[in-house]
């Protein structure tokens, strides 16, 4: 039976969730929503991992990558809800100025389509 890396990263991802979670459960680790926190976490790390970063994933990955890491300060006290939503609008921000420097790429189907059709990609520059 021969597995490739994506079976071996669900493995491991399982076995962290799990220890997470039965330490959380007999109170070594504080209480936190591990399936909601490293889903957050996973879907940003997903984002700019398997479509690679442009100008659309640096917002979207970064964005979930930093709502998850907030995510457990709130859960663990560190923060109130008050305080992580007025940095999650920060962060936003942030993040769509940096997508707007030369240096991060625009997303691959914006250039396909900006050579399929030449007349719209002139008016959205």
Known sequence: MSGGKGSLAIAVILIAVGTCWLLSTIGVMPQINWLWTLGLGLTGGLILGLIGVDKVTIVAGSFFIVTSILS??????????????????????????????????????LLEDAISNPDTAKSND
């Open 72 to 109: 457990v300060l709130r859960q663990t006290g560190r923060i109130t809800f008050d305080v992580e939503v007025p940095i999650l609008v920060i962060t936003s921000g942030v993040l769509l100025i940096i997508s707007r420097m030369p240096a991060i790429p625009k997303p691959k189907w």
